[in-house]
């Protein structure tokens, strides 16, 4: 019976520090709005894979350089990119699915003894959704993300590299974002 104790009381001791001692969780972020307008010209605006920029603050410009590949250049110093493929866009269900597939290094810090690249966007296997629908009133707007944030290792995390920040991060521009379409929408 001691034996046994003594192994519950190590597995209790042990189990925390184990959680505590994991790489980057996979984060969700998922914003909407609402926008008085018809969901038809809504799409006609987010299906345009080439033409982000004309609604989304954050990105100065976009070049596609084939149908499916678009690189993006972020309103930013230095003016960083992003670049990113469509896996799919669907008319009739008025969603556009896209993937990042590479980002520029903006620095590297040495961080633990080890050179740590920050990435134009502080995240890692970054896949997004755009859905437009119709209700009442006109349309509304999805986009939702599910990504890893970009600094792999255990903690502790650089300053700006944390699940948390990576959130925050796509969160903002998100909401930034669909609030620009709607500005837009209802002129």
């Known amino acids: 019976m001691k034996k046994f104790l003594s192994l519950i009381t190590a597995l209790l001791v042990a189990v925390p520090m ?14 909407k709005v609402t926008i008085n307008a018809a969901p038809d010209k809504v799409w006609a605006m987010v299906k345009d894979f080439g033409g982000l920029h004309n ?24 003016n960083p990119t992003i670049t990113e493929v469509l896996i799919k866009s669907d ?5 556009l699915n896209y993937k990042i597939t590479g980002m520029t290094v903006v620095k590297t810090i040495t961080f633990n003894s080890k050179d740590t690249p920050y990435y134009t966007l502080p995240v890692s296997t970054y896949k997004a959704w755009l859905t437009v629908k119709a209700v009442e009133g ?48 209802e002129k």
């Open 138 to 185: 006109g349309s509304e707007v999805q986009w939702k993300a599910k990504f890893y944030r970009s600094f792999m290792d255990n903690p502790p995390v650089p300053e700006g590299q944390s699940d948390k920040e990576a959130a925050s991060t796509i969160s903002g521009i998100f909401s930034a974002g669909l609030a620009n379409l709607k500005t837009i929408m």
């Open 18 to 31: 184990l959680a505590s001692a994991h790489g980057p969780t996979r984060q969700q972020v998922l914003e």
């Open 91 to 95: 008319d009739e269900k008025m969603l």
């Open 55 to 78: 609604w989304l603050p954050a990105v100065a410009s976009t070049e596609l350089t084939d149908e499916k590949t678009r690189v993006l250049t972020v309103a930013a110093e230095g």
